[in-house]
Every structure is written in structure tokens, then in C-alpha cells.
């Protein structure tokens, strides 16, 4: 599971997931890219892992000169990009008859443009490098559907769809393209949503490491055979409905 000396983009990396995905990295002998809106967080987080090992740059997902600029960092600073994952993400509720235009477009430029423009500027640095991995975070959202979040949900399944097409295109240039997808992980995203989990057979929420070691696992050339591909951990929660009689 070697990803010592990968150069690796992270969106959305200050905190949450991302932020324990940067450090699980780290701690494996890879050098980090810490892409997020939340620059002093990020940079904290730059400081906390060392100067030699990782740099945080300003990325606002949604903003294809922001994700340019977060390439020409990273070839700047370590002279390749072999791994993107597109971890940025945003939830918002409302019923459909009450979503907004507005919300509906800001939670799709995020969640779906934002992974759809970090695989497109990436990927002249991945062939360049002769291949890489690119882990595209979905969630459980994108294998099913729920009511209350319906700019979430077809944003996760976008992801999916993408992720396949993606992989088709650019299996031809050694560049695999996965997608993961956690249940409901142990972050500020998910706080209190959930005051049991009768709907999780594993009866818990998922912790961010148990997503950080899979993520690890797909950067690497232990899974190399594995493109186009949906890795689920949700502690069985769409396996079906646990405890129904």
C-alpha cells in the first residue's frame, strides 16, 4: 500500500475527512496539497505536518482558475501530481418543492462541477507522470435515495456516473478513477443528525480513519487493477434494513 513520495491534491482537506485523509498521507511518506476555502485552517494544518511535506493553497472547487492554480503549486513545489482526491463537499436540506435555484446550483457546482474541474486540471500532470489515481469522495447518497436532500443526492449519484466515465477515458493513460462511498462518518457534516443508527446494521457511525486507510489504499499500487470501480463503507447501511421483524 506504498504511497511514500506521491504528490498528492486534496480538496476540501482543512478539516473533516480531508483533513485526517492529509494526515494518513502523511504519515505514509507522502507529500500533501491541501486545497480548501478555509485557508487558515488549511495552513495550520501545512504547519502541523511540515514544511517539507505538505502546502496549503486557497481552492474554491467551484473555480476552474482556482484549481489551475492548485496544479502549478503542486508541479512548483514537488515537481508532479500523481494522486487527486475530490473530497470538497457541501449539504444542504430543503424538499424539492422548496429547493431554490440558488441552492440547487451552489451544491452542484460543488459537489459534481468541482470534481468534474479537478479531474479535467489534473490530468495533463497525471500523463505527464505516466498515470495516477484519482478517488472521487460520493457517499452512500450516491447509491441511494432518501427525501430532504435532493441537490445532495443527484450531486453523489453525478459523482458516480462521472467516476465511470472518467475511468474509461483515462485508463489509456495508466490514470485509474474510483469513487468511495461512506455511510455516515464521525465529522462535523453529519453532527447530530442521527441520534441512532437503526438504520446502520453495524449500529454506529463510521470514524474518518476507517475512510482515510481505504482512500490510502486507492492511491497506491496494491490496488492497481481496480478503475471504474464503487468502494462502500457504511457499516452495511445499503445492504438493507437491518432488524425489520
Known amino acids: ?15 473533516g475527512m480531508g483533513a485526517n485523509e492529509a494526515r494518513a498521507f502523511a504519515a505514509a511518506g507522502a507529500k500533501v496539497v491541501l486545497g480548501d476555502v ?3 485552517e488549511a495552513n495550520r494544518l501545512a504547519a502541523e505536518l511540515g514544511e517539507s511535506r505538505a502546502i496549503a493553497v486557497h481552492l474554491d472547487v467551484s473555480k476552474t482558475e482556482d484549481w489551475a492554480a492548485a496544479v502549478k503549486v503542486a508541479a512548483e513545489r514537488f515537481g508532479r ?7 470538497a463537499g457541501i449539504l444542504r436540506f430543503s424538499a424539492i418543492e422548496n429547493c431554490s435555484d440558488e441552492e440547487w446550483e451552489q451544491v452542484l457546482a460543488v459537489n459534481l462541477g468541482g470534481v468534474f474541474k479537478g479531474i479535467r ?4 500532470l497525471m500523463k505527464a507522470a505516466g498515470g495516477g489515481s484519482i478517488i472521487n469522495i460520493s457517499s452512500t447518497a450516491g447509491l441511494k ?10 450531486s453523489k449519484f453525478g459523482v458516480r456516473g462521472l467516476t465511470k466515465a472518467a475511468a474509461i477515458e483515462l ?18 457534516m453529519v453532527a447530530g443528525l442521527y441520534p441512532d443508527f437503526k438504520h446502520v446494521p453495524m449500529n454506529r457511525l463510521g470514524r474518518p480513519e476507517e475512510i482515510s486507510k481505504l482512500v490510502v489504499f486507492l492511491a497506491g499500487d496494491d490496488s492497481s487493477f481496480s478503475t471504474g470501480a464503487e468502494f462502500v463503507a457504511d457499516g452495511g ?8 421483524f
Request: charged share 15%; aromatic share 4%.
Open 1 to 15: 500500500m506504498s504511497v511514500s513520495d506521491k504528490v498528492v491534491l486534496i480538496s476540501g482537506a482543512a478539516k
Open 38 to 40: 478555509l485557508d487558515g
Open 81 to 87: 501530481l500523481d494522486v487527486l482526491v475530490n473530497n
Open 121 to 124: 486540471a489534473v490530468i495533463p
Open 145 to 154: 435515495g432518501f427525501s430532504g436532500v435532493p441537490a445532495y443526492i443527484s
Open 171 to 188: 485508463a489509456p493513460f495508466n490514470i485509474r478513477v474510483n469513487s468511495v462511498h461512506p455511510g455516515n462518518i464521525d465529522t462535523e
Open 237 to 244: 447501511e445499503t445492504s438493507g434494513m437491518p432488524n425489520l
